[in-house]
């Protein structure tokens, strides 16, 4: 099997899955109603607002939003515009994110669409309330996929928090709590709301007087600034990226847009020195610090964590050949079988390209061999910037680590073959990078990745995250505070 790892482009593509996941986390998010949400007071009514901002990152400007909130008959319209020039594993990306909402008179959810796009890789999802019940239908490839799933009360559209913010009429050193689902990932996660001290900023050349309202989630604070007529003047959040308020002209026409600092790099974590021949480790011992590590997924499997100190052991896979497992899964196991929106396994272009690779048939681990193997030689590798999805995967036959580990997880699901995507570190070149991989049921948990073309994955694979798509959130509080020492084997100059 080839191994690529004299490229450097590709590698790391979670990086920017991490920062769509906070956007959509800020953006797209349902906020449900339970526990002391910002609500809205009476029949108090918010007048249309039509904002501008500049997205900057470090004194660059990288992209504008527009958003507009209208008053109709029934409630609100609440419409979204994002764009952005991202720059990852050094090739520059144009990314759009649409996000139109549907709100009722006090601002909970009625309907959304939204829509991202990045070159030929687009990603749409459509969303209807009805009681308890949030239907989303999922576009990808021409193929659309419905799921619903049960709220525990109606949800706010969390491109408008900031709306409800300015009803709730906290005090300083006030705080709400509200619970936020995620679309991309299925989950329910919390988020901090806190009113903090009043302050003056600069906007657009000007002295204002602010609110500074802090919002926490997974760890990581992003801070918004609100002046007395409730507009929002500026928010500030991951990866040194903020949103200015500004004009139309400004937003549209004023300084150019230049690309982001590239984020793979940015996000990259400094090793101690180098390692060679990494194909021929079986054991690598580093030592963590700078997060908590009970809140990521680092003692499990080939990974054993003692306090700070983490050993990774290469599997070994002899007493697997031959071996067929399908027949003798548990039901855990078997939840690993079930497609979802984005590891469509069930369907047909899926199962037969998968019948195709492994034709000829041979033990579980042939099997797998087979498709790790396939998806190495037949996906370019080359960064995307959408919502990887294993049908659009194989239908474009491009993508970084992200897609690599989605195809190959529908296409192991569909030959009956339980798989998980794991997230977390690789090394390359004296840095470790954020990068996304599998694992197989192979009769126990084994690494994979189609991207290197490893079965098993090599010991520098470092898991922060598990196989649930919600855990990849985890990383947003460890992007930028992981520091690690190799300390075994001892690491070069």
């Known amino acids: 099997m080839a191994v690529y790892r004299s490229h450097t482009f590709w590698i790391a593509g979670l990086c920017a899955l991490l920062l769509f996941s906070g956007l959509l986390a800020a953006r797209l998010g349902l906020l449900p109603k339970g526990g002391q949400p910002p609500m809205p007071q009476g029949e108090r009514s918010l007048p249309d607002r039509d904002t501008w901002m500049n997205i900057i990152q470090n004194g660059r400007k990288i992209g504008f939003s527009h958003s507009v909130l209208e008053k109709q008959p029934d409630g609100y319209r609440l419409q979204e515009t994002l764009f952005m020039r991202i720059n990852t594993m050094g090739m520059v990306h144009g990314i759009r994110l649409r996000t139109t909402g549907a709100l009722h008179s006090d601002l909970t959810l009625a309907a959304f669409d939204f829509d991202i796009s990045s070159g030929r890789f687009s990603f749409s999802m459509r969303g209807t309330v009805s009681d308890r019940l949030l239907t989303l239908t999922t576009g990808s490839a021409g193929h659309p996929r419905t799921t619903t799933v049960r709220l525990r009360d109606k949800p706010y559209l969390a491109a408008g928090l900031l709306d409800t913010v300015r009803w709730a009429a906290l005090e300083p050193g006030e705080t709400r709590t509200v619970q936020v689902f995620d679309p991309a990932t299925m989950g329910q996660e919390p988020v901090n709301i806190r009113v903090e001290d009043q302050e003056s900023i600069s906007i657009m050349g000007r002295m204002h007087s602010a609110r500074r309202v802090a919002l926490e989630f997974k760890g990581v604070t992003q801070q918004a600034w609100i002046d007395a007529d409730g507009r929002v003047l500026k928010e500030k959040g991951f990866l040194g990226i903020s949103l200015e308020r500004t004009s139309r002209r400004e937003a549209l026409g004023g300084l150019p847009i230049e690309a982001s600092q590239d984020l793979t790099r940015v996000a990259s974590v400094a090793a101690n020195g180098t390692l060679d021949d990494i194909a021929a480790l079986n054991r690598l011992v580093v030592e963590i610090d700078g997060i ?83 998806v190495n030689v037949h996906v370019e590798k080359r960064p995307v910037i959408s919502l990887p999805d294993a049908l659009s995967t194989l239908e474009n036959r491009v993508g970084d680590c992200n897609e690599h580990a989605v195809l190959l997880a529908a296409l192991a699901r569909a030959a009956g073959i339980p798989a998980q995507v794991e997230a977390g570190l690789v090394y390359l070149k004296g840095r470790f990078y954020y990068h996304a991989w599998n694992l197989l049921f192979l009769n126990r948990w084994v690494t994979a990745d189609a991207l290197l073309g490893q079965l098993p994955a090599d010991v520098t694979h470092i898991r922060l995250s598990g196989g649930k798509p919600q855990d990849q959130l985890d990383l947003m509080n460890v992007i930028g505070r992981i520091r690690l020492k190799i300390i075994e084997p001892p690491p070069g100059g």
């Open 292 to 374: 908590d590590t009970a809140a990521v997924h680092l003692d499990q499997g080939r990974q054993k964590l003692q306090i700070k100190r983490l050993t990774i052991r290469r599997e070994n896979l002899e007493d697997l050949a031959g071996r067929d497992i399908r027949l003798q899964l548990t039901p855990h196991e078997r939840r690993f079988l079930a497609p979802t929106p984005f590891i469509q396994a069930d369907h047909p272009a899926i199962r037969k390209t998968a019948a195709d690779i492994t034709a000829g048939g041979g033990g579980t681990l042939e099997t797998a061999r087979k498709l790790v193997e396939w």
